[in-house]
């Protein structure tokens, strides 16, 4: 079965921090996807950026950047010098064909709150 | 374009009534999944639809649940005898129906049953 672990609920920074969101998976796959998308409260699920398991390289747009160590099986998001626009809720998830289908598979969510 | 589109955004109705909620892909895409977040469950894959292959049912909570995608595009999910657990924000997603695939979701329906 797949499972996505995001441990940290809730995040509190103030405006400019950096912040990182935590993401672990487990999949028996050896093809895979990763995801992460941001719920704002408008409530809309926001996709952010799709990882493929053959492609490690670290990824950056803009302010966000995503690192991904299948040695650890982590797919971790940063945002660098947060704005308060950047509150919501993100949600890393995964998709493994072989096990589950097209499914997605979604961790709990983190809740980040960026403080003026 | 257009994104995916939901209907009704608020649904309140009394335990045991039926619902539907449906739901409009974006034009071209050949999937169609729902999907139901809820705070004690998180968020849940429900059923899926790709083109005019059997759709995958399995995430369906119960008989009471039933969905069904006409002419390969719009979708309606069908809630019978709803219960108070049903309360949620129901999702729905569409997607190009290529091998990688991403998923875009629309607003949701938040359903709320008394």
């Known amino acids: 079965a797949q499972k996505v672990t995001q441990a940290q609920t809730e995040i509190s920074v103030v405006e400019k921090e950096d912040v990182t969101l935590d993401c672990v998976y487990e999949?028996?796959?050896?093809?895979?996807?990763l995801f992460w998308y941001k719920q704002p409260p408008s409530g809309e699920l926001v996709f952010l950026i799709r990882?493929?398991?053959?492609?490690?390289q670290n990824e950056i747009s803009g302010r966000y950047s995503w690192n991904f160590q299948k040695s650890t099986s982590s797919f971790n998001f940063t945002i660098t010098a947060s704005q308060v626009v950047d509150s919501a809720v993100y949600f890393c998830?995964?998709?493994?064909?072989?096990?589950?289908?097209?499914?997605?598979?979604f961790g709990e969510g983190t809740q980040l709150t960026v403080n003026p | 374009g257009a994104g995916v589109s939901q209907s009704p955004s608020n649904k309140v109705t009394e335990k045991g009534k039926d619902v539907e909620l449906r739901c409009d892909p974006i034009?071209?895409?050949?999937?169609l999944y729902w999907y139901r977040q809820s705070l004690g469950q998180g968020l849940e894959f429900l059923i899926y639809?790709?083109?005019?292959?059997?759709?995958?049912k399995s995430g369906l909570p119960s008989d009471r649940f039933s969905a069904e995608r006409t002419g390969g595009s719009v979708s309606t999910l069908t809630i019978q005898r709803t219960q108070q657990e049903d309360s949620a924000v129901y999702l729905c997603?569409?997607?190009?129906?290529?091998?990688?695939?991403?998923?875009?979701f629309g607003p949701g329906t938040r359903l709320t049953v008394l």
């Open positions: 997603a569409s997607s190009p129906g290529l091998a990688v695939d991403t998923q875009y």
């Open positions: 998830a995964l998709s493994a064909r072989e096990t589950s289908g097209s499914r997605l598979t």
């Open positions: 639809f790709q083109g005019n292959s059997a759709p995958d």
């Open positions: 990882r493929n398991s053959f492609d490690e």
């Open positions: 034009s071209g895409h050949t999937a």
């Open positions: 999949t028996r796959d050896t093809t895979y996807y």
